[in-house]
C-alpha cells in the first residue's frame, strides 16, 4: 500500500520557467493538501482540494500559482514564471473522505518535492 | 483565526533525560491537536493527536502529549530521550473543517 507520491524529489529551473509539482495520494484518500516549507521556517498551507475542487486555497499566492486534483490522475501544483523566492520544499499531504472519519485523521505526507530556482 | 505557537526554536537535552517539547494553541471550538516530526529531507510523520477523552494522549516512538484546556496546551513529551529523536518537529491544529495550521516547528538535539 504505497504512500503518498511524489515527484520530482527534485526540480531545478531557471528564473521565469514553468514548475510542475505532482502529488498521487494514498489509496483510498480523496482529500488532497499542498504545504510549502521555505528553509528555517515552518508549513504554510496553500491550497485543500478534492477530485476536480478546489476547497480551499487561500494560502496559495494571488498570481502564478495554481492546483488542481483531477477525476483521474495526481494533483498539480503549477507555478509559473518562477522567482527565486519560489525555491522551497513543497509537501503534500492527504487524508480519507469525511465518511471515514477525516477530520481527526493525521494526515499521510509524501516526501516532498525541493523546488529551487536558479 | 486558528494559530498554533511553538516558542522554543530549538529544544536541547541529554540522552536519557526527559524531553518537552512546548506547544500552545490558539482556535474557536473544539481543537483536535496533532504532533508531526520531520527527519532531514524527509516528509512529516504523524506521531499522535488529541480528539477528545484522556488528556494525556501516547503516540509513535515512545512519546506522548498533555492536553490542558485551561492552558490552551498540548506539550510533546517523553520519559528518556534518544539521540535518534533528534528532529524537527511540529505541533499542528485542526477545528471543524479540513485545513490543519502548523506551528513554525521545534528543533530537538539530544546529545549523547
Known amino acids: 500500500n504505497a504512500g503518498v507520491m511524489q515527484n520530482p524529489r527534485h526540480l531545478v529551473r531557471r528564473r521565469g520557467q514553468e514548475a510542475r509539482l505532482r502529488c498521487s495520494p494514498m489509496k483510498g484518500h480523496s482529500h488532497v493538501y499542498w504545504y510549502r516549507q521555505l528553509p528555517e521556517e515552518g508549513l504554510k498551507f496553500m491550497v485543500y482540494l478534492q477530485k476536480e475542487n478546489i476547497i480551499d486555497e487561500s494560502g496559495m499566492p494571488k498570481e502564478r500559482f495554481s492546483a488542481e486534483f483531477p477525476k483521474e490522475g495526481p494533483s498539480i501544483l503549477r507555478i509559473q514564471q518562477v522567482v527565486r523566492g519560489d525555491s522551497a520544499a513543497y509537501f503534500c499531504?492527504?487524508?480519507?473522505?469525511?465518511?471515514?472519519?477525516?477530520?481527526?485523521?493525521?494526515?499521510?505526507f509524501g516526501s516532498g518535492t525541493r523546488l529551487t530556482v536558479v | 483565526a486558528q494559530s498554533v505557537a511553538q516558542p522554543e526554536d530549538q529544544v536541547n537535552v541529554a540522552e536519557g533525560n526527559p524531553l518537552t517539547v512546548k506547544c500552545t494553541y490558539s482556535v474557536s471550538g473544539n481543537p483536535y491537536l496533532f504532533w508531526y516530526v520531520q527527519y532531514p529531507n524527509r516528509g512529516l510523520q504523524f506521531l499522535l493527536k488529541y480528539i477528545t477523552g484522556d488528556n494525556l494522549v501516547k503516540g509513535s516512538y515512545g512519546f506522548e502529549a498533555e492536553f490542558n484546556k485551561s492552558q490552551t496546551s498540548f506539550h510533546l513529551k517523553k520519559p528518556s530521550a534518544l539521540v535518534s529523536d533528534s528532529a524537527l518537529y511540529f505541533c499542528a491544529v485542526r477545528t471543524g473543517g479540513f485545513k490543519t495550521i502548523f506551528g513554525a516547528g521545534t528543533r530537538l538535539f539530544v546529545k549523547a
Open positions: 499531504a492527504s487524508s480519507p473522505t469525511m465518511t471515514q472519519g477525516a477530520r481527526n485523521y493525521g494526515y499521510t
